[in-house]
């Protein structure tokens, strides 16, 4: 989390920097403003996905999440999980934190790896947008060549990375006991 703090960080700097160079006071401080804007956009976003993460994690029991979205769940968890990916609404703020919810509850890599896959693919919400804009003849043909995708790469993950899945956990418990400390 530090060091991508201070990565972000020094980017912003340097952005800033170069966006004074190319157009002056004017320039940075448009950039700031449009970057507050966004702030104030995203908040309440952030703030109610963060907080159904949280809630899904005290509502849904571990051995629940276990038997569903784990390693007993075998390829049903892959399939809710990648079904989950495609019906939850939101963008990165919303899915990012309830798959870590996920993970950290009991899931297996694969089904997290199945819903994040899903929700890039196959989201529900974006389907009447891509319809209008490409047609309906595109939109089926990208979902049927996509189908297979969350569920491949689940598999993959599960064979590749399932002995890191406790690491990984740790690693999100961690974060999330330093946001705690912060706040």
Do not use: C, H
């Not at 974006?126 to 309906?136: S, Y």
Request: charged content about 15%; hydrophobic content about 55%.
């Amino acid at each position: 989390m530090i060091k991508t703090t201070i990565i972000m960080g020094v980017s912003a700097i340097l952005l800033a920097v170069l966006s004074f160079i190319r157009g002056g006071w004017e320039q940075l401080l448009k950039g700031l403003v449009l970057s507050g804007e966004m702030l104030l956009q995203v908040t309440p976003l952030l703030l109610l996905a963060f907080a159904t993460a949280g809630l899904i994690s005290v509502v849904i029991s571990k051995d629940t999440v276990s038997r569903w979205l784990g390693r007993e769940a075998g390829w049903k968890g892959l399939l809710l999980g990648a079904l989950a990916g495609a019906l939850v609404p939101g963008g990165p703020y919303v899915f990012f934190p309830l798959a870590a919810t996920f993970l950290v509850s009991g899931a297996e890599i694969g089904t997290v790896i199945a819903f994040v896959t899903a929700k890039n693919l196959w989201t529900v919400s974006r389907l009447p947008m891509e319809v209008a804009l490409i047609g309906p003849e595109i939109t089926v043909i990208r979902y049927v060549i996509t189908f297979i995708f969350p569920f491949v790469l689940g598999l993959v993950a599960n064979f590749l990375f399932s002995g890191y899945t406790e690491k990984i956990r740790a690693g999100i418990r961690e974060l999330q006991k330093s946001q705690e400390t912060k706040s």
